[in-house]
């Protein structure tokens, strides 16, 4: 293609020279193909001035992490005097990684190969992303089939119109035979984002199985169970010790950890849990109202300290 007379050598060398890509020369004739032009797009890419890479090989970008087999691709190519296209990882002058995407183009004066020419484009975030979305999508498989291989029958679950009755008869017994009652409110931390990664029907599944997990771990008469508002489970317990409690709350937090629901958005990398509640023996004034109002003080105190567990005793 010919060049139109209204662009000046200059302005050919001022576009070059203000890339944000790094371009570079090599001379094809000489061996390991040194470099002999280095744009500022390069110097501002790697870190390195062009006075301190002309006359080398490319090769310095790579470090000590030559073993990669885009390097192979891209020895070949250049071997058989070829353009190619790889991605890979190259280190600036301070030593940090970057995601080099190396375009090489074969330049030929009549048959013979001259030169050869050089784009550098740091595409890392792009990498990245789609490593980060890979991972996800790994996840989410992994997810699928623990769901598939599932078959324990479902426990039994309430609503929380059947907890709110189970609640008022707990307390009434309570207040009548001066036991220790328990008003538990359960959260699975971020879940939000684990339904705004994995979808909602990954969702639903994970918190059946966390609901199931809670409801074996009160399967007694004296205890009940509900799904009581998204992604919260309330349960009410009596009669139990309080450092029985703890610990039995402990156990069941470690459970839901070990059920192995993968969530990358979690610091553990798998889906927990925030308890949170209130035992007390209860007064003849004790309102079912008031438990609930005390149980979810705990749990947004606990939500804000970033802490997995606030249980109150009074
Ligand atoms: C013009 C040109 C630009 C190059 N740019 C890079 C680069 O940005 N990063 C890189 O890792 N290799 C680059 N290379 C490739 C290396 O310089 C080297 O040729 C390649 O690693 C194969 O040689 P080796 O066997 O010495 O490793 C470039 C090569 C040429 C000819």
Same mark, same amino acid.
């Given at each position: 293609?010919?060049?139109?007379?209204?662009?000046?050598?200059?302005?050919?060398?001022?576009?070059?020279?203000?890339?944000?890509?790094?371009?570079?020369?090599?001379?094809?004739?000489?061996?390991?193909?040194?470099?002999?032009?280095?744009?500022?797009?390069?110097?501002?890419?790697?870190?390195?001035?062009?006075?301190?890479?002309?006359?080398?090989?490319?090769?310095?970008?790579?470090? =000590?992490?030559?073993? #990669?087999? =885009?390097?192979?691709?891209?020895?070949?190519?250049?071997?058989?005097?070829?353009?190619?296209?790889?991605?890979?990882?190259?280190?600036?002058?301070?030593? !940090?990684?970057?995601?080099?995407?190396? !375009?090489?183009?074969?330049?030929?004066?009549?048959?013979?190969?001259?030169?050869?020419?050089?784009?550098?484009?740091?595409?890392? =975030?792009?990498?990245?992303?789609?490593?980060?979305?890979? #991972?996800?999508?790994?996840?989410?498989?992994?997810?699928?089939?623990?769901?598939?291989?599932?078959?324990?029958?479902?426990?039994?679950? %309430?609503?929380?119109?059947?907890?709110?009755?189970?609640?008022?008869?707990?307390?009434?017994?309570?207040?009548?035979?001066?036991?220790?009652?328990?008003?538990?409110?359960?959260?699975?931390?971020?879940?939000?984002?684990?339904?705004?990664?994995?979808?909602?029907?990954?969702?639903?599944?994970?918190?059946?199985?966390?609901?199931? %997990?809670?409801?074996?771990?009160?399967? %007694?008469? !004296?205890?009940?169970?509900?799904?009581?508002?998204?992604?919260?489970?309330?349960?009410?317990?009596?009669?139990?010790?309080?450092?029985?409690?703890?610990?039995?709350?402990?156990?069941?937090?470690?459970?839901?950890?070990?059920?192995?629901?993968?969530? !990358?958005?979690?610091?553990?990398?798998?889906?927990?849990?925030?308890?949170?509640?209130?035992?007390?023996?209860?007064?003849?004034?004790?309102?079912?109202?008031?438990?609930?109002? #005390?149980?979810?003080?705990?749990?947004?105190?606990?939500?804000?300290?970033?802490?997995?567990? =606030?249980?109150?005793?009074?």
């Amino acid at each position: 293609m010919s060049i139109p007379l209204e662009i000046s050598r200059d302005l050919l060398t001022q576009a070059v020279d203000q890339s944000n890509d790094g371009i570079t020369i090599a001379d094809a004739r000489q061996k390991d193909w040194p470099l002999i032009y280095a744009n500022a797009g390069f110097e501002r890419l790697t870190g390195y001035p062009t006075a301190e890479v002309l006359g080398k090989s490319c090769n310095f970008l790579q470090g =000590e992490d030559t073993l #990669q087999p =885009e390097i192979s691709v891209l020895r070949d190519a250049l071997q058989q005097g070829k353009s190619c296209m790889v991605t890979l990882r190259n280190y600036r002058r301070d030593g !940090s990684m970057f995601w080099n995407e190396l !375009s090489i183009s074969a330049i030929h004066d009549e048959a013979t190969l001259t030169h050869f020419i050089g784009i550098q484009k740091d595409v890392t =975030e792009r990498v990245l992303r789609d490593q980060h979305l890979r #991972q996800s999508n790994k996840d989410l498989h992994a997810l699928n089939q623990q769901l598939l291989t599932q078959t324990k029958p479902p426990a039994d679950i %309430r609503n929380r119109l059947y907890f709110d009755d189970q609640l008022h008869r707990m307390l009434q017994t309570a207040q009548r035979t001066h036991s220790l009652l328990s008003v538990l409110l359960i959260n699975l931390n971020q879940f939000h984002l684990f339904n705004d990664r994995y979808g909602r029907a990954a969702g639903d599944a994970c918190l059946r199985m966390v609901g199931e %997990r809670i409801a074996r771990s009160f399967a %007694r008469a !004296s205890d009940c169970v509900a799904r009581y508002d998204g992604d919260e489970f309330a349960v009410v317990s009596m009669g139990d010790s309080i450092e029985g409690l703890k610990q039995h709350l402990q156990r069941l937090r470690d459970q839901i950890r070990a059920l192995n629901i993968p969530h !990358s958005d979690s610091p553990y990398g798998v889906m927990s849990i925030c308890v949170s509640g209130i035992s007390l023996i209860p007064q003849r004034d004790t309102t079912t109202s008031a438990l609930l109002k #005390q149980a979810d003080t705990a749990l947004q105190n606990a939500k804000k300290s970033g802490s997995d567990c =606030e249980y109150i005793v009074s």
